[in-house]
Nanobody, 125 residues
Framework: QDPLVESGGGLVQPGGSLRLSCTDP??????????MDWYRQTAGKAREWVSS???????YYRDALKGRFSISKDEVNDTVYLQINSAKPEDTAIYFC?????????????????WGQGAHVTVSS
């Protein structure tokens, strides 16, 4: 299956901000029907959940990231965003988006096990 596409990664200084984007090749999956999760992974560590947005715009965050990370979606551009503010070196990771498993719609179920290449974020001075 065609992978999700994450973008917007790069180098940011500590305290800076960055906005990551996530799109799914199936129209409507990212911003309308399926919600979206963000994960991140650093070398040698398991992938960890970062944030989620539901189909009806409810948002959820990893406790340690609340107040600095913000998830949103744009139906016009069919994109889900992850805003990282007050970036810290420990935010350095590859960030992935993934369709969550909570919706039974066939369209969503078909995308459950699809990952993208991720967006590389480096927080360093």
């Amino acid at each position: 299956q065609d992978p999700l596409v994450e973008s917007g990664g790069g180098l940011v200084q500590p305290g800076g901000s960055l906005r990551l984007s996530c799109t799914d090749p199936t129209p409507g999956v990212a911003s309308k029907w399926c919600g979206m999760d963000w994960y991140r992974q650093t070398a040698g560590k398991a992938r960890e959940w970062v944030s989620s947005i539901s189909k009806d715009d409810k948002t959820y965050y990893r406790d340690a990231l609340k107040g600095r990370f913000s998830i949103s979606k744009d139906e016009v551009n069919d994109t889900v965003y992850l805003q990282i503010n007050s970036a810290k070196p420990e935010d350095t990771a590859i960030y992935f988006c993934k369709v969550p498993s909570q919706y039974s719609d066939t369209t969503c179920q078909l995308r459950l096990n699809v990952w993208g290449q991720g967006a590389h974020v480096t927080v360093s001075s």
